[in-house]
């Protein structure tokens, strides 16, 4: 059985950082294309950043040069850094792995239950 579990989440000052981890058990981990996705109160799922083991991580152009995703394989886990936070950060992040690659929440065949992010102006 397939389990993800996101942790990290929390209250940040605009400007500020947190550091989100996703824990991953159940799958062959090397073999995932793993993300993050985000949740805005009311809006839909979108895509944050993801990254093959090894590979060039991808972002949404939103937080580039601010989050810096990266994952460990020795521990089955995916990170996400968030820096200069900005009050439309504000949402659940969603950590996700996929056998493709793809940015498309339809990509992705399991999924995490998401811990909340809100950052305060």
């Known amino acids: 059985q397939v389990q993800l579990v996101e942790s990290g989440g929390g209250l940040a000052q605009a400007g500020g950082s947190l550091r989100l981890s996703c824990a991953a058990s159940g799958l062959t981990f090397s073999d995932y294309y793993m993300g993050w996705f985000r949740q805005a109160p009311g809006k839909l799922r979108v895509f944050v950043a993801a990254s093959w083991s090894g590979g060039t991580s991808t972002y949404a152009d939103s937080v580039k040069g601010r989050f810096t995703f990266s994952r460990d394989n020795a521990k089955n886990a995916i990170y996400l850094q968030m820096d200069s936070l900005k009050p439309e950060d504000t949402g659940v992040y969603f950590c996700?792995?996929?056998?493709?690659?793809?940015?498309?929440?339809?990509?992705?065949?399991?999924w995490g239950q998401g811990t909340q992010v809100t950052v305060s102006s």
């Open positions: 996700a792995a996929a056998k493709r690659s793809g940015l498309g929440v339809s990509n992705y065949d399991y």
